[in-house]
C-alpha cells in the first residue's frame, strides 16, 4: 500500500512552455502533499506544501506564480512549471502525506525535467 | 528551527562488512520522529528505518538499525552484511510530531559498497 506516482516521470520542452507534472496517491487520501526540487548530488529542497482545497504554502525565495500548484482533490495535486527556462531543469519529487498516526510521507519517483 | 547534520559527504564499505552512518539534528522539541531515507540511482526515495523520539529502544530493520541518542540528538544508521543493492545516497530527516508530516532532511552520504 501508500503508492505515489507521478507522470510524466521525464520531460522536455522548449524554453518560454508551461509543464504539468501530476503527483497522485494511489491507494490513500492525502490532505497534504509535499513538492521538492533536487538538483544532482544534493538533498530535497522543499518548495511548497499542497493541501486539499486551499492554497499551496511556498518556500522562501520560491516564485508562486511561476510554479504553480492545485491541490484539487484528495489523490491528486498537480506542478506546473510556466515559462520554463533552462534553469528550472531538475529533478522535481512529490510526496503525499498517509494521514495515519505519525502522518508519513510517502515520495513518488520524481519527474526529471529538461528545458531547452 | 529545527537542522539536521550529516557530516559524511560519501563513505564506502567493502561487501560484507558493517559501516555506520552519522546523523545529528537540533530541535527544541521533545515529541518528534527521526527517519532515514535511502535515494538509489533510479532516485526513487525509500523508507529505510523510522524511530519515535519517545521511544528509548533503538529501531531495527533487519540489516538496518539505529543508535538513538536523545541526550546528545544523535541518530546514527548501522548497516550490517553490506549488500551491492544498498550503494545510494542515505538521507536522515527529521519531523515534528503535528507538523503535517514536514520533514526536515540533511545533506545526504553517499554510500558506496565495493564487490
Known amino acids: 500500500g501508500a503508492v505515489v506516482s507521478q507522470h510524466p516521470s521525464w520531460v522536455i520542452c522548449k524554453s518560454g512552455t508551461s509543464v504539468k507534472i501530476e503527483c497522485r496517491s494511489l491507494?490513500?487520501?492525502?490532505?497534504?502533499m509535499f513538492w521538492y526540487r533536487q538538483f544532482p548530488k544534493q538533498s530535497l529542497m522543499l518548495m511548497a506544501t499542497?493541501?486539499?482545497?486551499?492554497?499551496?504554502?511556498?518556500e522562501q525565495g520560491v516564485e508562486k506564480d511561476k510554479f504553480l500548484i492545485n491541490h484539487a482533490s484528495l489523490t491528486l495535486s498537480t506542478l506546473t512549471v510556466t515559462s520554463a527556462h533552462p534553469e528550472d531543469s531538475s529533478f522535481y519529487i512529490c510526496?503525499?502525506?498517509?494521514?495515519?498516526?505519525?502522518?508519513?510521507?510517502?515520495f513518488g519517483p520524481g519527474t526529471r525535467l529538461t528545458v531547452l | 528551527a529545527q537542522t539536521v547534520t550529516q557530516s559524511q559527504p560519501e563513505m564506502s564499505v567493502q561487501e560484507a562488512e558493517t559501516v555506520t552512518l552519522s546523523c545529528t539534528y537540533d530541535?527544541?522539541?521533545?515529541?518528534?520522529?527521526l527517519f532515514w531515507y535511502k535515494q538509489p540511482p533510479s532516485r526513487q526515495m525509500i523508507l529505510v528505518i523510522r524511530?519515535?523520539?519517545?521511544?528509548?529502544q533503538n529501531a531495527t530493520e533487519n540489516r538496518f538499525s539505529v543508535n538513538f541518542q536523545k541526550a546528545a540528538k544523535s541518530f546514527s544508521l548501522k548497516i550490517s552484511d553490506s549488500q551491492l543493492g544498498d550503494t545510494a545516497m542515505y538521507f536522515c530527516?527529521?519531523?515534528?510530531?503535528?507538523?503535517?508530516?514536514?520533514?526536515?532532511f540533511g545533506k545526504g552520504t553517499k554510500l558506496s559498497v565495493k564487490p
Open positions: 510526496s503525499a502525506v498517509s494521514g495515519g498516526p505519525i502522518d508519513e510521507q510517502f
Open positions: 491507494d490513500f487520501q492525502a490532505t497534504t
Open positions: 499542497s493541501n486539499e482545497g486551499s492554497k499551496a504554502t511556498y
Open positions: 530541535t527544541s522539541e521533545s515529541n518528534y520522529y
Open positions: 524511530q519515535e523520539a519517545y521511544k528509548q
Open positions: 530527516a527529521f519531523m515534528n510530531r503535528g507538523s503535517q508530516g514536514n520533514l526536515i
